[in-house]
């Protein structure tokens, strides 16, 4: 039972050193080949939008509030993939796989 409790530990240490890691990681995401460009955290949080001049028209906001929701989404789904890819392993272990008998 120590044991598993200790690989349980174990996981737990390394599921909150991917999490940090997320955290501090930059993903960017752009639309309209370049003319909006979004950064965000690897786990997700907004940091920064640009916004380049050629994309601005203001008779068509409506444009450029799509290459806006466009760009943080490709940024998102870029999170969301370095997501599965830094958490995937450490998540199947604690799915109960990797420690037998436990609930999580």
Known sequence: MQQLLKQAQKMQEE??????????????????????EVTVTGAGELTSVTISPEAVDP???ET???LVLAAVRDANAAAQKLQAERMGPLAQG???AGIPGLPF
């Open 64 to 66: 450029l509030g799509d």
């Open 15 to 36: 599921l909150g050193r991917a999490q940090k890691e997320l955290a501090e990681t930059v993903v960017r995401g752009s639309a309209g080949g370049g003319l909006v």
């Open 59 to 61: 008779e068509d906001t």
């Open 94 to 96: 604690l799915g109960g």
